[in-house]
């Protein structure tokens, strides 16, 4: 019966460093998901700013000093223009109308950003959801070490239960420990990304507005000074 009992407690010392490791990811990917959130909304509202500055949609094109998720989307969508506006773009990928090659690098940039944002949710999600079933397994399999001990010295005191019974506990308790903070963290981290996905659609449709006024063939930086026109007012014009 010692052979069994050490491998029970091995069991449930499994479980305990098992949730041990699952609090240690959930609290890595908070850190570096903040970061992350962080620095995109940073950027994007930094490009915004200098985007909707810009005189006209050809001096937003050469907007190429910030980095983030808006930046790129942008830079896809006039990559997509430059190429549907010069002659002797016959492959499949240019073929199509110029609103629709367009919005589908639009599209596409977008789903790669969400991608990107979207990383690391599932670890939480399964963690969330998978924690108090691993902290029940643990308290089952005490509850069991306990009757195998009862069952073996034929009596049920205290001092016979107290220590598989509080393995049990500590296997309850610590599961619902790791579970909470990534149910917290998948949640949140969830609104921002829908929060982010939302603004990079309303700029993406900003933009496809503009780009039905301004042709991007032979297209070069223009002189500002002659630029009459804010492009906020193009956009909703």
């Not at 006039?78 to 599209?107: C, I, K, V, Y």
């Not at 032979?218 to 193009?234: F, G, L, Y």
């Amino acid at each position: 019966m010692a052979i069994v009992s050490s491998s029970t407690s091995l069991i449930v010392d499994s479980v305990l460093w098992t949730l041990v490791a699952f609090s240690v990811v959930t609290w890595t990917l908070l850190a570096v998901k903040g970061v992350q959130n962080f620095r995109a909304g940073y950027q994007n509202k930094r490009y915004k700013q200098a985007f909707w500055a810009a005189p006209d949609l050809l001096s937003a094109a050469e907007i190429n000093d910030f980095k983030g998720p808006a930046a790129r989307v942008a830079q896809a969508g006039f990559n997509a223009l430059r190429d549907a506006d010069t002659p002797g773009q016959h492959d499949l990928e240019h073929s199509g109308e110029r609103q629709d090659l367009l919005e589908r690098s639009l599209r596409q940039q977008i789903l790669k950003e969400r991608r990107s944002l979207e990383s690391g949710l599932a670890v939480l999600a399964s963690i969330g959801s998978t924690s108090p079933f691993v902290g029940l397994f643990g308290t089952v399999w005490g509850i069991m070490h306990a009757l195998t001990d009862i069952g073996r010295l034929g009596t049920a005191s205290l001092e016979v239960v107290a220590g598989p019974i509080g393995e049990a506990l500590v296997a309850t308790g610590l599961g619902i420990a790791v579970a909470v903070p990534a149910v917290l963290a998948y949640n949140f981290f969830t609104r921002r990304l829908k929060l982010a996905s939302g603004d990079l659609d309303d700029f993406a449709a900003d933009l496809i507005n503009l780009s039905r006024k301004v042709s991007f063939r032979n297209s070069r930086k223009p002189d500002v000074a002659s630029s009459v026109v804010n492009i906020k007012k193009e956009a909703f014009a």
